[in-house]
């Protein structure tokens, strides 16, 4: 089984709609991350959280919204999508702890059309 | 502005010869580079780097870091079809709890 696992795979839907993304994981990561990558834009930053009560934004943060609901599981909600939110989205995890290692581990990704 | 560039953007082969993708980085509190490999999916982790001198490899990829310079560069000897895809070259900025900053990604196609 995949260690990241995202919720849907892929999603249209319409102008206005609220909509939730999930990731889960099973690393056992402290940090999780949520990225939307838009062609010649690159990856970019949405949300981070460190663990369940500390989160953060980043740098694209307006019009989105996240869960920590347990160490495994962090969602990411539009809560009225419009068009220019089409893009791919990933979740990713890191563990920073003891092992300091940088690493970032990202699940498959979520292809949301808004239309 | 901390960033992190990527070259060439894009760039087509033929089966067998030999790729260096260069990331050149300007990042606060530098501690660490990461790249990594994208094809139709979701990044999948190569390497990541954090001395100078030391190159990592992975059987036909290898990868070395510069620290006085800022850059690193990712060698694909032998190409093969299969390495097509985007290269990407990533670099933890502590500031913001440890985001990556990516770069532009370089498109590497193998032609047969």
């Known amino acids: 089984d995949a260690d990241v696992t995202q919720t849907p795979r892929n999603r249209i839907t319409k102008t206005g709609k609220r909509i939730m993304l999930e990731c889960s994981q099973t690393?056992?990561?402290?940090?999780m991350y949520w990225y939307r990558q838009d062609p010649g834009l690159g990856l970019r930053l949405i949300y981070y959280?460190?663990?369940?009560?500390?989160?953060n934004k980043g740098e694209i943060s307006d019009g989105y919204s996240v869960s920590r609901q347990a160490q495994a599981k962090f969602s990411l909600s539009l809560e009225s999508a419009i068009p220019n939110q089409t893009a791919l989205y990933f979740c990713?995890?890191?563990?920073?702890?003891?092992?300091?290692?940088?690493?970032?581990?990202f699940g498959p990704g979520t292809r949301l059309t808004v239309l | 502005e901390d960033k992190v560039v990527q070259s060439p953007l894009s760039l087509v082969v033929h089966e067998g010869d030999t790729v260096t993708l260069n990331c050149s980085y300007e990042?606060?509190?530098?501690?660490?580079l990461l790249w990594y490999k994208q094809e139709k999916k979701a990044p999948t982790f190569l390497f990541m780097l954090?001395?100078?001198?030391i190159e990592k490899k992975s059987g036909r990829l290898s990868s070395i870091l510069d620290k006085k310079e800022l850059f690193s560069i990712l060698n694909i000897t032998a190409t093969q079809t299969g390495d097509s895809a985007v290269y990407l070259c990533?670099?933890?900025?502590?500031?913001?709890?440890?985001?990556?900053?990516f770069g532009q990604g370089t498109e590497l196609s193998v032609k047969p």
């Open positions: 954090t001395s100078s001198g």
């Open positions: 959280s460190f663990d369940v009560k500390d989160i």
């Open positions: 990533a670099a933890p900025f502590y500031n913001q709890g440890g985001k990556l900053i």
């Open positions: 990042v606060t509190n530098f501690r660490s």
């Open positions: 690393k056992g990561h402290d940090r």
């Open positions: 990713a995890t890191s563990d920073l702890g003891a092992g300091r290692t940088d690493t970032q581990y």
